[in-house]
C-alpha cells in the first residue's frame, strides 16, 4: 500500500474518459483536481471516439498498459462492457460499465453510477430509502442512467418502480429486462407519461434521467402538485445545477436533490481503484465545480 503510495508521486500514469460528445465533460477537471489535492503524477484525458470501430480500437490499445484505467460515457457504456476482460456483478446486472481498471493487461469493468446515486442521496437526505412510505419509485427516462439508478432502487428494497419515458417500448424492455434480477413481491412497470399524475400520490422518490432540463429545457404538464408533501425529487441533470424541474418542486416546497452530487459521488470509487486513496468530496471541490459550471456556490444547496 505504503509503495504504491509513493509510486503514485514518482512514476506518471495515465487515465482516461471516452464518450461522444466530450468536450463539455467535468471529470477531467475534476480528477485533475484530486491529482494535485492528494500529489498525484497522472493524466486524466478525454477522447472523443466517433464510432463503435474506434471504441474497439480504442480498447485493443487499453490492453497493452498505456493507462491504468479510464472513464466511459454516453454512447459506449453497453458496448464497452463486452470488451473487457472481467466484469463485475453490478455493472453485469445493470448492463452497462462506466469504469475500468487495468492490470497486467487485463480490462476490468465495473459500473459506479448506480453507487454514486447511493452515495449521493445517502449524504444529502440521511436515511431517505428507510424514511420512504411507500417504496414507490417514479423515473423518467429508459435509457442507461435510468438502468443503473433503478438497479440502486432496487438495492434499497424499492418493492415499486415506475418507469415513464417517451419512447414506450424502450420503458417496456427495460421493465423486463431489470424484472429479471427481481424476486416476486417487485414490480417495475412502463408508463407512458400521460400516467404521471394518476402515479404521483403513491411516490416516494422521483428520478429524472432524460436529457430534459439540459440548457434549462422543460417537461410539459407534469402534475408537480399531485406527489405527496415528503417526496424527494432527484435531477440527475447538472447543467443547469437548478433545473426548471428543481425550481418548480422547490416551489412547491419539495425535498430537492440536484445532479452534481452524483457525478462527484461516481467517481469516487474509480479514483480508489487506480490510485489506492479515497478522495473527499469537500466545499473546496463543490465551489470549484460551481465556479466551472458557472454558478453562484451557495453552500445550503450543495
Ligand atoms: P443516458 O445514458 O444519459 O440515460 P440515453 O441512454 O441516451 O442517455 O437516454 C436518454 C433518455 O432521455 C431516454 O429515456 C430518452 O427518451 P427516448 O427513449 O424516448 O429517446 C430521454 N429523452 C431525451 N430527449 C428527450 C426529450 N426531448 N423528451 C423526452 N425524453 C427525452
Redesign the pocket.
Known amino acids: 500500500f505504503l509503495v504504491r503510495k509513493i509510486l503514485n508521486c514518482v512514476k506518471m500514469k495515465k487515465t482516461f474518459i471516452i464518450g461522444h460528445p466530450i468536450k463539455h465533460s467535468l471529470s477531467p477537471k475534476l480528477h485533475q483536481f484530486w491529482h494535485k489535492k492528494y500529489n498525484i503524477n497522472a493524466t486524466y484525458e478525454p477522447f472523443d471516439l466517433q464510432n463503435k470501430r474506434e471504441l474497439i480500437e480504442f480498447f485493443k490499445r487499453l490492453k497493452k498498459g498505456e493507462f491504468i484505467g479510464g472513464n466511459i460515457?454516453?454512447?459506449y457504456?453497453e458496448n464497452a462492457l463486452i470488451l473487457c476482460d472481467e466484469i463485475d456483478k453490478s455493472a453485469r446486472e445493470i448492463g452497462?460499465i462506466n469504469c475500468v481498471h487495468i492490470k497486467q493487461n487485463q480490462i476490468y469493468g465495473f459500473n459506479s453510477d448506480w453507487l454514486g446515486f447511493l452515495a449521493n442521496l445517502d449524504y444529502q437526505v440521511p436515511d431517505w430509502a428507510n424514511k420512504a412510505q411507500q417504496k414507490q419509485a417514479l423515473i423518467?427516462?429508459?435509457?442507461?442512467?435510468?438502468?443503473a439508478i433503478i438497479y440502486a432502487l432496487l438495492s434499497r428494497k424499492f418493492t415499486k418502480i415506475h418507469i415513464l419515458?417517451?419512447?414506450f417500448a424502450?420503458?417496456k424492455d427495460l421493465a423486463k429486462n431489470l424484472g429479471k434480477y427481481c424476486g416476486h413481491d417487485v414490480q417495475i412497470i412502463a408508463h407512458k407519461?400521460e400516467n404521471f399524475a394518476f402515479l404521483a400520490p403513491n411516490i416516494s422518490i422521483l428520478v429524472n434521467?432524460?436529457?430534459?432540463g439540459m440548457d434549462s429545457?422543460k417537461?410539459d404538464n407534469l402534475a408537480l402538485d399531485k406527489l405527496p408533501k415528503n417526496v424527494i425529487i432527484n435531477d440527475?441533470v447538472y447543467r443547469p445545477i437548478n433545473t426548471p424541474l428543481l425550481i418548480e418542486a422547490k416551489k412547491q416546497g419539495l425535498k430537492t436533490v440536484n445532479g452534481l452530487g452524483m457525478l462527484l459521488n461516481q467517481a469516487v470509487l474509480p479514483f480508489k481503484k487506480w490510485f489506492l486513496q479515497e478522495p473527499e468530496i469537500d466545499d473546496e471541490l463543490l465551489k470549484y465545480m460551481y465556479i466551472l459550471l458557472g454558478e453562484k456556490f451557495n453552500l445550503d444547496e450543495k
Open positions: 460515457t454516453v454512447p457504456k452497462a423518467l427516462g429508459a435509457g442507461g442512467a435510468s438502468r419515458n417517451r419512447t424502450k420503458a407519461f434521467t432524460t436529457s430534459i429545457t417537461f440527475i
